[in-house]
Nanobody, 116 residues
């Protein structure tokens, strides 16, 4: 199995920045893609960004130009640099690692709160 631990969440004012980190352990060799999802109260969990082992990146339209995802395969980590944060970005952010299309592992989540 794969274990994921997120860190870096917190409270920030609109326009500020946060950097989330996710450390993977366990069966690291099985991981293909890694990404970040978020879930706001009363809403479904949504994809924020993902990055393949080869470096291909996809962002949600709502965060393009503001968030940057990166991955260090050697360190088994993935990060999400979040700039120009908006109150709408408030959510619990979850790290995700994919072994196959349907076999995915989730971190415990880290709270991001953006005040106006």
């Amino acid at each position: 199995q794969v274990q994921l631990v997120e860190s870096g969440g917190g409270l920030v004012q609109a326009g500020g920045s946060l950097r989330l980190s996710c450390a993977a352990s366990g069966s690291i060799f099985r991981i293909s893609d890694m990404g970040w999802y978020r879930q706001a109260p009363g809403k479904q969990r949504e994809l924020v960004a993902f990055i393949t082992r080869g470096g291909t990146i996809n962002y949600a339209d709502s965060v393009k130009g503001r968030f940057t995802i990166s991955r260090d395969n050697a360190k088994n980590t993935v990060t999400l640099q979040m700039n120009s944060l908006k109150p709408e970005d408030t959510a619990v952010y979850y790290c995700n690692a994919a072994v196959t299309t349907t076999q995915r592992y989730w971190g415990q989540g880290t709270q991001v709160t953006v005040s106006s």
